[in-house]
């Protein structure tokens, strides 16, 4: 057997002509029911990415749960919308963008105004997988594997999406890069900081990230949120 054979059986990677073809094409193949579960891919600008590895711990999946935890409960007190976690679809057609952030924050007046509306299932009443059209607020924590996606790639797609804020976290180094992006005249400009907290126009607070070790030498995060 040749060893692209071999490679073929062991990494059966097939992904649909006409999901290559273009944002449609995609749309339809990540929603249906031959799409492996556990693949995460993204449809920018005409290119298909696809991530397979799984979460770190540490840097990624605990800054991931923090970020979520801490915004689906200030969103319930402010009662201002609701926040979705990774697995949620996201397209914009007119920046040719279909991905799924690590979160998202969809305002009850993005959907009031039809600035997003939410596409449901075919076969199942009530229920979404996918939004389309502009989030008030996207967020990506950085992997070693979507480093290049979500610093430079998806910092340009999410601009041409109108999204007015990107919350974008690096945790991979020595200490932790939360980077909170306001959507300028140009281009996404960072919010400065004073002393450690980063305002957010979304949520009318101001934010706060920071981590220390467990008694067991485990990171632990906390978002602090403020007026």
Do not use: C
């Not at 990494?11 to 579960?37: D, H, Q």
């Not at 996201?90 to 924050?105: C, I, V, Y």
């Amino acid at each position: 057997m040749a060893i692209a054979d071999l490679l073929d059986d062991l990494f059966p990677i097939r992904i649909p002509a006409e999901a290559a073809e273009n944002l449609s094409g995609f749309r339809a193949w990540v929603t249906s029911e031959e799409f492996p579960e556990n693949w995460r891919a993204s449809f920018l600008r005409g290119e298909i990415l696809l991530d397979m590895s799984p979460e770190e711990t540490e840097t990624h999946n605990k800054v991931k749960w923090e970020i979520g935890r801490a915004i689906l409960t200030l969103s319930r007190i402010l009662k201002k919308g609701t926040y979705y976690g990774d697995g949620v679809l996201l397209t914009h057609k007119k920046a040719n963008l279909s991905t799924e952030p690590d979160g998202m924050f969809v305002s009850k007046d993005a959907l009031r105004s039809g600035r997003i509306h939410r596409i449901p299932r075919k076969d199942r009443l009530g229920e979404y997988v996918e939004f389309v059209g502009t989030p008030d607020l996207v967020v990506e924590v950085v992997s070693r594997s979507s480093w290049k996606k979500d610093a430079q790639d998806l910092f340009d797609v999410y601009y041409r999406a109108g999204i007015p804020e990107y919350w974008l976290i690096d945790a991979l180094g020595e200490e932790i890069d939360f980077k909170l992006l306001r959507r300028g005249d140009r281009k996404y400009i960072p919010v400065e900081s004073q002393r450690g907290w980063l305002e957010s126009q979304v949520f009318g607070r101001r934010f706060k990230l920071s981590r220390a070790r467990d008694e067991d030498g485990d990171w632990q995060y906390d978002l602090k949120a403020k007026k």
